[in-house]
C-alpha cells in the first residue's frame, strides 16, 4: 500500500498531511481508512449534487420573481438525507 500513497500524493489526490497519516498505518489500516475516506467523499458528492439539482430546479420555477430564501432553505432540507 506504501506505493499507493506515495503515487496518490503524487497524483494529487490525497494531501502530504494524508499521506502521513496513511503512511504510519499498517496495510489494513490503510486500506480501511482509504474505504472509509472514499464512502464519506462519495457521500458528500451526493448531497452537493442533491442541492445543487434543488437549487436549479428552484431558480428555473422562479422565472423573474423575487428569490425567496426560506422556502429556498426549506426545498434543500426535503432532498438531504437526514
Known amino acids: ?3 499507493s500513497v ?3 500524493l503524487h497524483a494529487g489526490q490525497i494531501s502530504a498531511r494524508n ?3 496513511f503512511l504510519r498505518l499498517n496495510p489494513g489500516e490503510q ?3 482509504s474505504e472509509r475516506r472514499f464512502s464519506e467523499a462519495h ?3 451526493t448531497r452537493l449534487r442533491l442541492v445543487a439539482d434543488a437549487i ?3 431558480l428555473d ?3 423573474g420573481r423575487k428569490v425567496n430564501l426560506t422556502d429556498l432553505r426549506k426545498i434543500i432540507r426535503e432532498v438531504l438525507p437526514v
Open 19 to 21: 499521506a502521513d497519516t
Open 61 to 63: 420555477g422562479c422565472s
Open 6 to 8: 506515495v503515487a496518490a
Open 43 to 45: 457521500e458528500r458528492e
Open 31 to 33: 486500506a480501511r481508512e
Open 1 to 3: 500500500m506504501h506505493c
Open 56 to 58: 436549479r430546479g428552484y
